[in-house]
């Protein structure tokens, strides 16, 4: 009881001296650390994170320091710190909300083979960190780390090739999501020349009407013709994509938003000689290109009566000169 009383006395005795007193918690395997403490000799104390280890390769979290862990979910692995209400990350470090961990910040640190800036922890988030530019695992130095925020944006990376960011992408409105520059679409106008829409985003390939090769070339169930051109079979309007219609042969053709197409007045076999938006159409004893309408004032001068009904069809094409 003595010896209580006379480290008490002494206790007080030192804070009214002005001696700091620091309190450790005791900490052992039931009773772990808060975030950013570790357990040494017993006892909780704070960790002052070293910011350039954030980031680094590892294999385990001993290979990250005291306070870090090891996230082996990443290409090589990849320590993290953690942050959030009270834990500040170290400087060089970005705090990313949504993981809760403390990530390597862009800029000239971010050099890791396999690394880049980019958003985190998704495509779209507003918060960027030194991030892997592929989802597949491996040592971290088997994928091209692209661009970092700081050197720029290429602007060159096509369709469906390899990007570190969203400004990598050459087609404009194109977005970089897995690593792969995508562009979401509903009608092959929305693709660059040399693709086409899918239903959901662009992809390489010939649209219908354009040259093939076989019919694996062909969107769908299109098939390569004998004149090798996508070709689609329809009914009505309703059995073709956005902005196509279907031509009194029944087969799928571009719709005219521009300029007439450039064979009108040919002869042709099928509306798939007429290129992109035209019908052949019988006149008299030869087959020859037409341009589709619907009003008359979508044929060239839009002369009165320049929009007539193609035979027996409820298809309009119009008039040649």
């Known amino acids: 009881m003595r010896r209580l009383l006379f480290i008490a006395s002494a206790l007080i005795a030192l804070v009214a001296a002005g001696c700091p007193l620091t309190i450790q918690v005791r900490c052992d395997e039931s009773f772990p650390c808060n975030d950013g403490e570790a357990c040494v000799a017993g006892a909780c104390v704070r960790v002052e994170l070293e910011s350039a280890q954030v980031g680094a390769a590892c294999t385990s979290d001993a290979a990250c320091g005291t306070g870090l862990t090891c996230g082996t979910g990443f290409p090589g692995g990849y320590c993290l710190a953690p ?125 219908l009407g354009e040259a093939c090769r076989d019919n694996f070339d062909c969107p769908g169930v299109a098939k390569c013709n004998a004149q090798r051109r996508c070709t689609k079979s329809c009914i009505t309007d309703q059995s073709c994509p956005l902005d196509y219609r279907c031509a009194p042969d029944s087969v799928c053709v571009n719709e005219c938003t521009s300029a007439p197409p450039e064979t009108v007045g040919l002869t042709c076999e099928s509306s798939m000689d007429c290129a992109r938006c035209g019908f052949c159409v019988s006149s008299g004893a030869v087959k020859q290109c037409r341009q589709p309408c619907q009003l008359d004032r979508d044929c060239p001068g839009g002369a009165v009566g320049a929009c007539e009904q193609v035979g027996s069809t409820e298809l309009r094409a119009c008039r040649l000169p």
């Open 83 to 207: 942050c959030g209400e009270g834990d500040a990350c170290a400087s060089g470090s970005v705090c990313v909300k949504e993981l809760g961990r403390c990530m390597r910040a862009c800029g000239e640190a971010c050099s890791r083979p396999g690394y880049a800036c980019r958003p985190v922890p998704q495509p779209g988030s507003s918060t960027w960190a030194c991030a892997p530019t592929s989802s597949d695992g491996g040592d971290g130095g088997t994928v091209d780390p692209g661009p970092s925020e700081d050197a720029g944006c290429t602007g060159q990376v096509p369709l469906n090739e390899r990007c570190a960011q969203a400004c990598d992408c050459a087609p404009p409105g194109a977005d970089c999501v897995g690593s792969v520059c995508v562009q979401t679409c509903t009608r092959d106008l929305d693709c660059p020349d040399g693709s086409r829409c899918n239903g959901e985003h662009c992809e390489k390939g010939p649209r």
